[in-house]
């Protein structure tokens, strides 16, 4: 049975858990400034960058990005930390379906990366990136699609973990390595040739461009972007839905 | 009328069996205990009810769903207690129950209604707003089994409930279950493996190695048993065995550290042994029959031969420490 109601409780309750847990929420506030003042600064003065743009702009979408990326990993893979507990059973007797499960953690996951995106995307004026209205909105969209795809990713990961020390593993080999090959911290195609071809595999990479569209477009100029902007949607978008579908069908599966 | 019927009921897992080949039924209203020592088949066999599992071969029906192809109908019916505590520590106690009863599709008025008075008969209304986390691992089981029965299921699922609990505790929770199950008319299944908690249950059904041995009340069961169990310790148990063999034509069964062995009328049969039996003897046990001499007469063994074995050792290490 799928149920809206069960959906929304889901989501609560991943809300009532990241504001409880302290740990959680300073880290989540505290990482993105860190790597936007500190990394920013420092890298600031040995990297040449396009015209009228600095450092600390450029970091900007990637460092949102970023944000998503470990935001979205982490929520999901909360299911994992609900199995070892044993919440988990309790959400998997009930009569709800698996789909409505996943659904819930896609929400959830998706909604508290949207808003830690927000707040950093709030910081922008401070780095001189101009932030209109229409910017804005544009942006929330853009965010949310990055937000499901790498939720989505998160929670197919997740229904083959079954247990915590996975987790160390799914940071260093998929998650540090997307964000480190995503043009976040630099352009893509200052890359070697091999490290470019997974840089075009990784969805991170379309999240950050399509946000380099929206925050840095000059006139009809774009600075800094690499790809067509309806490529980085249609990317996103192809990405999230095989994702949606394989982790629905691997809950299914093993529960 | 039955509210469990399990038929011809297998499980295996990459060749292990699990289950094998079991069939019960449960009356409505009724408690049943399952009871066997640990890797019976005692969870996998609940697994499979709770519709957590699905089996190899037969067929399992619970409050008249079939739990392979109706498993919505199944898990509104039942509410579940499981071994470990499935409570999360970073809501409150309120916040729990709630979440339960959105998952249960719930009436909100309801549910709150029944939230409160749950909250109430298991004495954890003072501290509904306190998160879970800080609870005693009492505490924490009652408010399992509150949750478990806030949709109303038929059917209540207790998977080893009391494990892990300090003996007082279990008193309080068994009394808080007993009386809810007269009070709503619930069924009440569970596995144990603990004899006293077996003892109170309307029927039983003894399960090891994946198949059931022996099913019936307490009553009926103690009946296999004919007489009392006389306990030995003697200096040498493999000779005393024999030669109860030899001399009176006795099968006796080697425990951890005794042995034992069924007698017509034990109390007059005592002085016989000390006449008839050349090897030493340390002390003599005499005992009325219990759950416990079923099992070891079905099987040979007793029921929590792991624990003693575990407990054995850990005196050893203390002794080695000391």
């Known amino acids: 049975m799928f149920s809206y ?171 540090l390595p997307m964000f480190f090959l995503s043009g976040a911290l630099y352009p893509m195609n200052a890359l070697p040739k091999t490290l470019h071809y997974f840089s075009l595999i990784n969805p991170l990479s379309y999240g950050v461009d399509a946000f380099k569209h929206v925050l840095f477009r000059n006139g009809s100029d774009v600075i800094g972007a690499e790809f067509p902007l309806l490529l980085d949607i249609g990317v996103l978008f192809i990405f999230s839905a095989v994702m949606i579908g394989l982790a629905t069908y691997s809950f299914e599966r093993k529960g | ?21 079991i069939s019960f039924e449960v009356k409505k209203g009724e408690s049943f205990g399952f ?89 954890l209304y003072d501290r509904k707003d306190d998160l879970v986390r800080k609870f005693s691992g009492g505490m924490k089981r009652r408010l399992e089994i509150a949750r478990g029965l806030l949709h109303n299921p038929k059917v209540l699922f207790l998977d080893e409930p009391t494990l892990g609990l300090d003996p007082q505790t279990r008193t309080t929770v068994w009394e808080f279950i007993n009386n809810w199950r007269k009070k709503e008319g619930i069924t009440v299944f569970l596995t144990t493996h603990y004899m006293d908690e077996a003892e109170v249950c309307d029927r039983i059904a003894i399960i090891d190695h994946g198949r059931i041995i022996a099913c019936g009340t307490p009553e009926e069961l103690k009946k296999i048993i004919r007489g009392d169990t006389v306990y030995l310790k003697t200096a040498d148990d493999s000779s005393a065995i024999s030669e109860l063999k030899e001399t009176f034509g006795i099968k006796a069964a080697k425990l951890h550290d005794s042995i034992s062995f069924n007698v017509e009328s034990g109390d007059k049969f005592i002085p016989k042994i000390f006449e008839g039996l050349k090897t030493a003897i340390v002390s003599v046990n005499l005992k009325k029959p219990t759950l416990d001499d079923v099992f070891i007469h079905l099987t040979g063994r007793e029921i929590r031969e792991e624990n003693n074995h575990k407990a054995g050792e850990l005196l050893k290490m203390r002794r080695r420490k000391g």
């Open chain 1, 5 to 175: 109601k069960a959906i929304y409780v889901i989501v609560i309750r991943e809300f009532k858990r990241f504001f409880r847990q302290r740990g959680r929420l300073l880290v989540t506030i505290s990482r993105p400034l860190l790597w936007l003042f500190i990394v920013g600064a420092g890298f600031g003065s040995m990297v040449n960058m396009p015209a009228n743009i600095g450092y600390k702009q450029f970091l900007l979408p990637g460092i949102i990005g970023m944000t998503i990326l470990f935001s979205s990993v982490f929520s999901s893979i909360s299911v994992v930390w609900d199995r070892e507990f044993g919440f988990l059973r309790e959400m998997l007797v009930a009569p709800i379906s698996r789909a409505t499960i996943v659904m819930g953690k896609l929400l959830s996951g998706t909604a508290l990366s949207l808003v830690q995106g927000t707040v950093l995307l709030l910081f922008s004026p401070l780095l001189g990136v101009k932030l209109t209205i229409t910017n804005f909105l544009l942006m929330l969209l853009l965010m949310s699609f990055l937000s499901i795809a790498i939720t989505a990713m998160g929670l197919f990961i997740a229904s083959y973990l079954t247990s915590l020390e996975g987790f160390n593993v799914i940071m260093n080999f998929i998650v």
């Open chain 2, 1 to 21: 009328m039955s509210v469990i019927q399990v038929t011809n009921l297998v499980k295996k897992y990459n060749g292990l069996t699990a289950v094998n080949g």
């Open chain 2, 35 to 123: 009871l066997g020592p640990n890797g019976a088949g005692k969870t996998t066999t609940i697994n499979i009810l709770c519709t957590l599992l699905s089996q190899t071969s037969g067929s399992a029906e619970v409050n008249g769903y079939d739990c392979l192809k109706q498993p919505p109908q199944v898990r509104s019916s039942i509410g579940l207690v499981f071994q470990d505590i499935t409570l999360d520590n970073d809501l409150t106690a309120y916040e729990n129950l709630k979440f339960h009863c959105y998952l249960y599709n719930m009436d909100k008025r309801k549910a709150e209604e029944r939230i409160e008075y749950i909250l109430n008969v298991v004495g």
